[in-house]
């Protein structure tokens, strides 16, 4: 989706474990965007979607975007919420 929406040329994708939190990072040097359209009406059906799934398991969703700066999108997920404990297996 980088290179084909964002035009980019480099995407760094990162997951790690931190502490109780499981997080993900991508982030691109594409041609960008205005974050206001983001938090306006959501941005584009994929960003829609992520935020949804995202949610949806307890995590929380932040990107931040410049046009012709590129693009990054991290999300949070806790490992244990008190009602449901996730197994990440490798």
Known sequence: NSSKHAKAC?????LEIMGQELGLKIADNGKGFSEIRVHKDGGGMGLVSIRERVER?????QIESKPGAGTTLECIWPLNDGNRQVDISI
Request: charged share 20%; net charge neutral.
């Open 57 to 61: 398991w307890g995590g929380t969703f």
């Open 10 to 14: 480099s995407t760094e994708i990162r």
